[in-house]
Each structure stands twice: as structure tokens, then as C-alpha cells.
């Protein structure tokens, strides 16, 4: 038998109407809205599990995945949720497609909708461009990252590995750190991870902590070790010399940035309690030792697994929640 039956996915007991039509950002999400999006990525968790991790729940849908920027998991994650749950995928990227040929976002779009999509995964280097899109098209919006902005299943993502851990994330301790500034995934997760009540830390160096840092309700610190010492994760991100643009030079080299940023194997030993992860790629030997990456201690590839989880969860969610029963 292929697939399973749609009463599987009733398991999810929360009481909760889900009313967005969109996902694309934390910042329009509730506490409500985020916690019951990760308790649908369970039950999908547990159907990747199977031997044959299949549900026919996007059967008659379409969706087309438009990538501007540049994505290995992300793009494959999606794609891989979209085929697990039978949709119907195309795929466009910036670099084969009309955009070459001067192609306007307006127009691609329009074009791309005459096709009749239920469905748009977007990523692009300009932040809004996913809001944009929802003024164009009559489909259901998810945001893969939208510039410097939001990364909204990143974070859900993490929070979902986050609470494999911890069930409950409130008071939890979560230190993110590195290149602050220039990180959507840092945004998306301090919105959503404040909606459910956890304490997080932002660490990195002074050159790449935005000013308004403070301002989000955080803590700050540009110690690594105390940061360490206090978290009970870590999530160490990329420096994102791509868009570090005319500000780059932000430290003085990466060996100096590993030498007071990057997590090291002596840390674990030194602060036992601490799980490592980072949403990827990662630069090993920049923003950790790579051992540490290849640790126990590390759920980088559980990160990786759930996140087809959490996007099979959203865009279940997005199509309407199909239910039966
Ligand atoms: C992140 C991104 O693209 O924002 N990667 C990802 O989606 N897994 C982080 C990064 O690029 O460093």
C-alpha cells in the first residue's frame, strides 16, 4: 500500500483554527499558529519514518518553487516535502530562466500564474518580495527567504529540533551566534522563539550586531565562553560575506573570527551541557571546529530531516488542511 490514510494525520489533537493563507514571516504567525504548525510536522516526522513515506494529501495540487538566490537544502527540502505529499512541481531558477533575458519579477510571475499554481515557494536577495507576490497572484505565498528579512521554516524548523529536545521551550536558553546582522534566519527565530516564551541570547562581534538588537527583547553578549557556559543550545550561524557588501571587512580575518567565535571541541568538554546546531551550509573550521559539526552533541542533520517535516506540516496547512473524517 502507498501512502497512508488521511485519518493519520488527525492524530494532531491541539485546539487551534489555523487561518493563514500565507507563511511569510514569523512576525504574522501567533504563539498559537507556530505551536500548531509544529505539531502537524510531528505526525509528517513520523510518516518519513516509514517505509514508504508517502501521503497523497497534495494529489491535485500545483505549486511552483521560484528561486532567485542560491539554495542547495532549502530548494531540496522543499521540493522533497512537495513529492512526498504526491503535488505536482516546477521549478524555476533565476539562473536558466527569462530573468537572464531582462525579464521583470512582475512579469514572471504573472505568466507563471496563467498556469494555474495553488501554490508559490519563494526565495529572493530583495526582503518583501514575497509580500509582493501576494498582491499579484491569487496563490498561497510561503517565504524561503527573503533577503536579510525572514526565513520563517528555518525557524521552524529549529524550533521543531529545538523541542525534540526540550518539549517545552519555555525558559529555555538559546544562544545564537555569529554574523547577526546579516541573518534572516536570526529574525525569523527570535520572533518565534520569544512567541513561545524561550530566553534567547544573541553573541557575536560588535561589528556584526545590529543596533537594534537590544530593541528585540534579547540578550547580548560578544563573549563566546560565557555564552557557552550559559545556553542550553547554541546555534552557530554562517558568515554571510555575500551580503556584507560595502560593509565587509567586519573582523579582521576568519582565522581571528574561529579564534573567538568558533565552537570548539575543548568547548564540549568545558560546558557538557550545551546541543550545537546551525541551519547550514556550514564553513567548517570557521563557525565551529569540524568535529564539533560531526559531534554527538550536534543535530545538524536532524535539523535537515525535520525541516521536510515542517514543510510538508506548512504546506498541508497552506492548501487548506485537507481533512477528512
Ligand atoms: C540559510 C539561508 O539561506 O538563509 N541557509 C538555509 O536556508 N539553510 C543560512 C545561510 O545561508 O547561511
Known amino acids: 500500500m ?3 490514510k488521511m485519518s493519520d494525520l488527525e492524530a494532531v489533537s491541539v485546539d487551534h483554527q489555523f487561518q493563514q ?9 501567533s504563539k498559537e499558529d507556530i505551536l500548531y504548525v509544529l505539531e502537524q510536522a510531528r ?3 513520523e510518516i518519513l519514518d516509514r517505509p514508504v513515506p508517502k501521503v497523497p494529501t497534495l494529489r491535485d495540487k500545483t505549486i511552483v518553487n521560484l528561486f532567485y538566490e542560491n539554495s542547495t537544502r532549502t530548494r531540496l527540502s522543499f521540493e522533497l516535502a512537495q513529492k512526498r505529499m504526491g503535488a505536482d512541481v516546477v521549478n524555476f531558477s533565476a539562473g536558466t530562466s527569462s530573468t537572464q533575458k531582462g525579464e521583470s519579477l512582475k512579469d514572471t510571475i504573472r505568466n507563471i500564474s496563467s498556469m494555474k499554481i495553488d501554490m508559490v515557494v519563494v526565495r529572493h536577495e530583495s526582503p518583501g518580495v514575497p509580500y509582493f507576490l501576494t498582491r499579484q497572484v491569487d496563490a498561497a505565498i510561503i517565504n524561503a527567504g527573503d533577503g536579510a528579512h525572514e526565513h520563517p521554516t528555518q525557524a521552524l524548523l529549529d524550533m521543531f529540533t529545538m523541542k525534540q529536545i526540550y518539549p517545552d ?6 544562544a545564537i551566534i555569529g554574523d547577526i546582522s546579516h541573518s534572516r534566519v536570526v529574525r ?11 530566553d534567547v541570547l544573541l553573541c557575536g562581534p560588535r561589528t556584526m550586531m545590529p543596533a537594534y538588537a537590544n530593541a528585540l527583547g534579547v540578550n547580548v553578549s560578544y563573549n563566546l565562553e560565557e555564552t557557552l557556559g550559559w545556553c542550553d543550545i547554541a546555534m552557530a550561524l554562517r558568515i554571510q560575506l555575500e551580503r556584507q557588501g560595502e560593509s565587509a571587512g567586519l573582523f579582521p580575518s576568519i582565522r581571528e573570527y574561529h579564534e573567538n567565535f568558533g565552537i570548539k571541541m575543548t568547548h564540549l568538554d568545558k560546558y557538557p551541557d550545551f546541543t550545537v546546531m546551525h541551519p547550514g551550509p556550514i564553513n567548517r573550521g570557521v563557525e565551529m571546529e569540524s568535529d564539533v559539526a560531526d559531534s554527538d552533541r550536534a543535530v545538524i542533520l536532524n535539523q535537515v530531516t525535520n525541516g521536510v517535516a515542517v514543510r510538508m506540516a506548512i504546506l498541508y496547512l497552506l492548501s487548506g488542511g485537507i481533512r477528512q473524517g
Do not use: P
Open 2 to 4: 502507498t501512502g497512508v
Open 21 to 29: 493563507k500565507h507563511l511569510l514571516g514569523l512576525s504574522d504567525y
Open 43 to 45: 505526525s509528517f516526522r
Open 169 to 174: 521551550l519555555t525558559g529555555r536558553k538559546i
Open 188 to 198: 525569523s527565530n527570535v520572533l518565534g522563539l520569544k512567541k513561545v516564551g524561550a
